[in-house]
């Protein structure tokens, strides 16, 4: 997208707007609308007079304020998802196949490729609804989830950010120890990842567009030097010592845990797309943006799992540079030198590419909240967020993959439930009403969320029954030897409860309730 067009305030419906928007003339009108008609806040009108601060806000992008859509912002897009997914965090989970589980090469490759391709699927679909509607995407979850429902997934995705940012920050900061030499402490390169993030998420989208332009290059050529440089030493033949049960298990599992890499930008991909105009073909957009993260996601994770390998199978290289993720990654330089060292550093770059897009949403899905939430400007929370990870990255730089094994699960838990609700709205109740997006902060407007609610709690049920985990085991996993089936048990859960009780919810309300 062009880099102009993403600093345009936001519109909203108080503007004399033309069409099928209302207009608002009079205080009472946009207060019926739920438009904040209150003077600004000193501090607001203090923010809003940075140039480089961008202050928009979750307001809706009306069709006339978008873009026109080329060829040329379609390739930039797919770059823009190409390099945001092409992060190291992927290459630490794609280790865990065959470094943490023990599945060989092939195992773990298959798991990845599929459970990620399935993954990327559900951010193709949500990514669509961001031309439909001018709204983010958790805007948009208000027309399924309900007004007051849908801040429980704000609150959620708060906290998967959170825990992404805090694993980025560990990870780079554990690089750059090691590249230092251990001069630079582990806690200052936590700092420094963080630093560097909050300065792009705070000066909003359009440092953070230039930026993801052209990082991507710097990152694949990195990458292809790893590959170089570790590629000879992976163990393609080692096979796995466990029973067929215990197997299976572990291939369930780490195919859950590669379709969550993934899932966690479900809840993000429409915000992208907000100044596409409404008549692009909604399976363009999804192709823009399964190509480009389906293909970044699994580059990583096929090299994280070759590294895996490369660990499990020769302990000189866990005992030069023990068994942390910032020791695996220099480990696939361990032949280069100072030229190895420069490459470990581009990855940290990659950590802030893959870092700064939570940053900048989660201050977003603060004011998704509404009330107070919503008159405090975006660039206070992204610089709460920032200290808040920060510090749990300082608190939790030792138990990193313990981390990374029971939080990514959890996350495909309540997006893959909430994704469900999305499409079983859509498909079996929308199709033929439609929407009034120009409703998005009206709940009046919006469905009651009861049947939603209810559907959620009882996904969690069966996510809980099926979930395999160091702190906790469903009955459903302990008589699968241990699968973690978290994920499917809960979207059956979901998708079994919610037709009925929106049918039910629809016949005492009203289809639009």
């Known amino acids: 997208m062009k880099s102009d067009d993403l600093e345009k305030a936001h519109g909203s419906p108080s503007l004399n707007s033309v069409g099928e928007y209302e207009l608002y003339n009079d205080s009472s009108n946009a207060i019926n609308a739920g438009i904040d008609t209150k003077p600004q806040p000193r501090y607001q009108r203090w923010i809003d007079s940075l140039k480089c601060v961008e202050s928009q806000g979750i307001e809706r992008v009306l069709p006339e304020e978008r873009e026109k859509v080329t060829a040329s912002t379609t390739l930039h897009m797919m770059l823009m998802w190409f390099s945001m997914t092409l992060a190291t965090n992927n290459i630490i989970v794609g280790s865990m196949g065959t470094f943490v589980l023990r599945l060989s090469f092939k195992d773990a490759a298959l798991c990845a490729v599929f459970g990620n391709l399935v993954g990327a699927s559900t951010v193709g679909y949500m990514s669509t609804w961001g031309p439909r509607s001018g709204n983010r995407t958790l805007i ?64 909003g989208m359009r440092i953070f567009q230039v930026y993801e332009r052209f990082a991507w290059l710097p990152q694949l050529m990195v990458l292809c030097v790893m590959l170089g440089s570790a590629g000879p030493h992976f163990d393609f033949n080692t096979q796995t010592q466990d029973s067929p049960a215990v197997l299976n298990a572990k291939r369930i ?40 993260c ?52 581009i990855n940290v770059l990659a950590l802030v590419a893959n870092n700064t897009p939570g940053s900048y949403s989660m201050g977003m899905n603060f004011q998704m909240l509404g009330g107070f939430f919503q008159r405090v400007p ?39 439930i909430w994704f469900v609700i999305v499409v079983e709205e859509d498909l079996l109740f929308r199709r033929k009403i439609g929407y009034d997006w120009t409703g998005w902060n009206q709940p009046e407007k919006l469905p009651r969320g009861i049947a939603a609610a209810i559907s959620f709690l009882v996904g969690w049920a069966g996510a809980i029954l099926g979930m395999d985990q160091s702190y906790y085991s469903g009955v459903i996993a302990q008589l699968t030897n241990g699968s973690d089936l978290g994920i499917w048990m809960g979207a059956a859960f979901t998708a079994v409860a919610y037709p009925p009780l929106r049918m039910l919810e629809r016949s005492y309300y009203g289809p639009h309730r």
């Open 253 to 292: 599992s780490f195919f859950s845990l590669s379709l969550s890499v993934a899932l966690a930008w479900a809840p993000l991909a429409a915000d992208y797309y907000v100044y596409y105009p409404d008549h692009v073909k909604r399976w363009r957009t999804f192709a823009v943006t399964i190509l480009g």
């Open 294 to 345: 389906g293909q970044a996601m699994i580059i990583t994770l096929l090299i994280g799992i070759g590294l895996g390998t490369m660990m499990a199978s020769q302990k000189a290289y866990s005992l030069k540079y023990g068994t942390a993720p910032g020791g695996l990654l220099m480990s696939a330089y361990d032949s280069l030198g100072g030229f190895g060292k420069f490459c470990a550093v």
């Open 378 to 416: 975006r660039a206070v929370f992204t610089t709460l967020t920032t200290v808040v990870y920060t510090a749990c990255a300082m608190g939790g730089r030792n138990q990193l993959y313990e981390i990374f094994q029971g939080f990514l699960p959890l996350i495909g838990y309540w997006v893959i």
């Open 140 to 203: 948009v979850a208000r027309y399924f989830m309900g007004y007051y429902p849908s801040k429980v997934c704000c609150m959620l995705n708060i906290c998967t950010n959170l825990g992404y940012s805090m694993v980025n920050c560990v990870v780079g900061g554990q690089i750059l120890s090691k590249v230092s030499g251990g001069s630079l402490s582990v806690l200052v390169g936590i700092v420094v990842v963080a630093f560097t993030s909050w300065v792009m998420a705070m000066f």
